[in-house]
Every structure is written in structure tokens, then in C-alpha cells.
């Protein structure tokens, strides 16, 4: 059984839905808390304490003052009739109507700050709370990872443009010029693998885009289409014939595509950069205008493991890219140990989950 809210870790499957609503166990959960007896506040609580208090004290005073008047001579009736008079007199009969009032002005406090109340109590409840934990991805943010910064070719790029729109420019972090993306071969590479080693995808409805699958991967997409490389386009040249899926303790994921120009099998592999950057011997390079592939040497290899902790340190979700030409043999062994090895190391791309503007 796969459950609501179940993390599918590797592969693919196709589902049949058995229930639905509060028949699932997410909705069984919902219903044994909308079972649950409702807890008192605080507040309650303490008026409930104040208001055994006064009761003790209203029986203690009138028994003394009924006492004093029957010593002094008063009629018995008489003090019982003062007593009882008393008793209704000390009664707090706006300390109902004070405490509703004070939590209806809170209630229009909250309601000018945008946030709305359902239930007064709820007012003393928030004013009792010193830590809000609260999920941040989709809630704190927008959930729209968004690609910011590219590694490639021995350069910092960075990515403007915010969310799943595609549109934004890429400039040279040292100059702060723009990327020409026509003569940035490694640009395109990184970007190419990124689209293409992806089960994602964006669509647009009315003026919208929205995004197909995870929003990591939607991320790559949308930042390949920001460089002109729509997905779409890419699949027709390069068609996808294999994969090894994502796996947790391998941390990547592999796509085997045939470029139906040259007839040539490419091994396309995202992940994690100290991963990727473990199974490289050659890093893709652009020199003088030209593109190599350079022997990866440990200092690069240091360096590219410092960057990227670096860049994690700064909050960004990192995701390395990197390649391998096949033999049409290799697809007869399709593992992971006959694949992904001697890989040539593109870059990286940093992405960031942006705030909700409210937040």
C-alpha cells in the first residue's frame, strides 16, 4: 500500500487509488483529532481556579458575618437574608463580559495585522506562545525553488529571475556582465544535462506557469529555458532510451540519451557535487574559445568540494552535472558501477526556495 504523503525514494510505478477522503489514513487521523475533547486554555483554567477561590471566600465571609449578627442579637433570619445579600452582591458578574471584550479587542488586533480568528480563545492562546515552529518549504517560502548561481567553466555565474517564469539573464559574477550563452559552451552543457537528466517539467495555464513533478527539478528546467534550451526541443534532438534512477545512498540520477544527429549515446548524470566530483577524472573546460575535456586534478577537485560547501554554508540546495559517452554495449549491463564512472565533471547550480512576500 502507498499511502497520502508517502516519498517515493527510487523508481516508478503506476497506482491504483483504493480510498479516498476520510477513508485514507491521513483522513482516519483527521477524524480521531476532530474526536478529541476540547482542552481548556489557560485562561480558563485560571478563571475556574479565580472562581473557586471566590466561592470559598463568599461561604467563609457570609458564615462569619451570619455568626456575628446572631451573637449581637440579630434576628437569625434576618442575618441570613443579609448574608445570602451579600454573597450575590460580591459575585464578579462582569468578569464574564470584561474578558469576552478584552479578547474581541485582541481579535481586531490580529485582524488588522491580516491574520483572522476564529474562535476568541484562540487570541489567549497565541498570547501564551514564546516559540512558533513551523515547516518552512511552502510555508515560510514559496515552494518554487529557483536556480541562482551556475559553476561552469571555471566561472561564478549568476541567474536573476525568481520562481518558475523563465525569464532572467546570466551574468558574470566578477564583472557583472552578461553571459553570452551563443559562445558559453559549458554554460549550455551544464544547463542541457540539468533539462534532460529530469523527470520535470513547467507548463503555462492561462498566466501562469505551473510546474510538473518536484520543484528542485523544476528548478533546472526553468533555468535551461531561461538560456533558450526548452526541454521539449532538447528531447526530440537527444531522445531518453535508459535510466537508473535517484537512489538515496547513491545520491544521483542517471539518463541515457541518443543524439540523433551523430548517433552517439551520452550518459547525462545529476547529484550530489562531492558524488559527482569523486566519479570524474576530466572536468569540461572552454579555453581560448574552444572546449576541452582537462584531466580533473585533485587540486580541482579540492576546489570544486570547497565551493560547494561553501555555497551550501550560504544556503543553497546544490546539484552537480556531469557526462560520459557510452558504448552501445553498455546498455546490455545497465548498472550504476558500469555507468557511472570516468565521468567528465560540467558544474554546479545553486537554487534557493524564495520567501513568501507576506512572511
Not at 337 to 352: C, Q
Request: charged letters at 25%.
Amino acid at each position: 500500500m502507498v499511502y497520502p504523503g508517502t516519498t517515493v525514494l527510487e523508481g516508478r510505478r503506476r497506482c491504483v487509488v483504493t480510498a479516498t477522503g476520510m477513508q485514507t489514513e491521513f483522513g482516519k487521523i483527521a477524524g480521531m483529532l476532530a474526536a478529541e475533547p476540547e482542552v481548556e486554555t489557560p485562561l480558563k483554567r485560571r478563571i475556574n481556579e479565580i472562581g473557586r477561590w471566590l466561592s470559598t471566600a463568599y461561604v467563609i465571609i457570609c458564615a462569619a458575618i451570619l455568626a456575628v449578627g446572631v451573637l449581637r442579637g440579630y434576628e437569625f433570619l434576618d442575618m441570613l437574608i443579609w448574608g445570602i445579600s451579600l454573597a450575590v452582591a460580591i459575585v464578579p458578574e462582569t468578569l464574564p463580559l470584561i474578558v469576552t471584550g478584552t479578547l474581541a479587542a485582541g481579535v481586531q488586533r490580529m485582524a488588522r495585522n491580516k491574520a483572522i480568528i476564529r474562535k476568541l480563545p484562540a487570541v489567549e492562546t497565541l498570547g501564551c506562545i514564546t516559540t512558533i515552529c513551523a515547516d518552512k518549504t511552502g510555508t515560510l517560502t514559496k515552494n518554487e525553488m529557483t536556480v541562482r548561481i551556475l559553476y561552469a567553466g571555471g566561472r561564478m555565474i549568476e541567474v536573476t529571475g525568481l520562481g518558475y517564469e523563465p525569464a532572467g539573464e546570466f551574468l558574470d559574477q566578477e564583472t557583472g556582465e552578461q553571459v553570452d550563452l551563443a559562445t558559453n559552451a559549458s554554460l549550455r552543457m551544464a544547463l542541457q544535462i540539468a533539462a534532460l537528466c529530469n523527470d520535470s517539467g513547467i507548463r503555462r495555464e492561462a498566466a501562469a506557469v505551473k510546474l510538473n513533478g518536484a520543484p528542485t527539478e523544476g528548478a533546472l528546467v526553468v533555468a535551461a529555458e531561461k538560456a533558450g534550451l526548452k526541454k521539449q526541443d532538447l528531447e526530440q534532438r537527444y531522445p531518453r532510451e535508459a535510466e537508473l534512477p535517484f537512489e538515496r545512498d547513491r545520491m544521483r540520477m542517471t539518463t541515457i540519451h541518443r543524439d540523433t544527429e551523430t548517433g552517439k549515446l551520452v550518459a547525462y548524470v545529476k547529484g550530489a557535487p562531492e558524488s559527482l566530483v569523486q566519479l570524474s577524472n576530466r572536468i569540461y573546460r572552454e579555453v581560448n574559445g574552444e572546449t576541452r575535456e582537462e584531466q580533473l586534478s585533485a587540486d580541482e577537485r579540492t576546489r570544486v568540494v570547497m565551493l560547494s560547501d561553501e555555497l551550501a554554508s550560504r544556503a543553497y540546495r546544490l546539484i552537480g552535472v556531469a557526462y560520459r559517452e557510452l558504448r552501445e554495449d553498455d546498455l546490455e549491463q545497465l548498472t550504476p558501477e558500469t555507468v557511472e564512472r570516468d565521468l567528465i565533471f560540467v558544474g554546479l547550480l545553486g537554487m534557493t526556495d524564495p520567501p513568501r512576500e507576506e512572511v
